[in-house]
């Protein structure tokens, strides 16, 4: 089978069950894309309901509870920031991945002797994201996973004996409200379910990376990049950290709740902010390390073959301009010899010794590190002004 008209129209976030449900709605269309048609879609499915049953229910903003929906982080961040950032990483993703593939099918990257493994690997991750079980199965998982982990480790307040907009506690009776029934049944397993459809399809092009690894790879020493012409992967593993940000602002609102409505301080929470952000970083970064022999290999080979270059062109260099041994033997290789050729021989050995064995670049770690960190930086604001803040942040620095 000839993959060359997958990899042309590639795009990760298509394909499956949901997808065919959205095409069937218009809300995905072959030439056209209505991201922000379905984020008010998906916001009216889910948080809509929510604000209209606790106004009439009177837990909008109704004195004698706890927590009313209003004033509650949790529902707004997910809903109205981490949902449409779902929806917005395909527009962000897609672009990045399908330039990756391409790349590989079309720059030489590939051997002769390895394309058919390449094709191979190529259709199987378009199998396993247009596999139509994949996203009934996802389903089903965030029914019944998504809301069992929310009652266990997301409503507090029901043993708190307080009454919230999704509760209400009359002495030991305790019972959902009509938003807190839609919440657990509606609200919870549709975002979940975009969580994790997102990470199966990051699964699946992380194993897609791996057989990518194990083939033969035609990389170049003294490609630009870096990288022996990897330096591309860089930015499309990047480009997940949209999905990340969206699940570090899931994490970073029930942190929120937590400080302001059970007495958690910064201090409390600091290390799992920082163990969250240090396990996304290493699970979009990760598959990048399955290239590192093929690069590590490379520049070896690179540094022996453009060393041992290096030292016939200096040697020449120096008998012409040193010596002044113009006719010796070699001498048609003299005359090409001067001093803008060592220049450039120079940067390109300077290129060489400095491949990465990582294929990624300081501004994408930057941007992702920006990324991950920026969901929780709100929360500073839970217990200091923005005039506290920068006064706090001023003396850490002078």
Known sequence: MNDSGKSSSFALSTGGLFHRLM??????????????????????????????????????????????????????????????????????????LHAIVQHFGTSGLISNDAKPLYDKALQRLNRLKDAMWVDVALFLLAFSLGWIFELASGLSTMDQGSSSWMLTVAGEAKDFTPAGWWFLLISIPLLQFFVYRWIWRLIIWIGFMNRISRIRLVLQPAHPDRSGGLGILSRGQVSFGVVFAALGAMKSSTLAQEIVYEGRTLSDIQWEVIGHVLICFAIVTGPLCTFFSNLLNTKREGLRTYGTLGYRLTETFHKKWIKNLSKEKGGGLITAIDPSAMADYTAVYETVSGIKLIPLNRSSVIWLVLILVGPFIPLVFTQFSVKEALQQLINTFV
């Open 23 to 96: 095409q069937l709605v218009r809300l995905v269309e072959a030439n056209r894309d209505h991201p922000g048609r379905r984020i008010a879609v998906f916001i009216g499915i889910t948080w809509l309901p929510l604000l209209i049953l606790t106004a009439i229910d009177n837990t909008l903003t109704g004195a004698g509870i706890k927590l009313t929906f209003l004033h509650d982080p949790v529902p707004h961040v997910r809903y109205l920031i981490a949902m449409p950032l779902l929806v917005i990483a395909e527009r962000v993703i897609d672009p990045y």
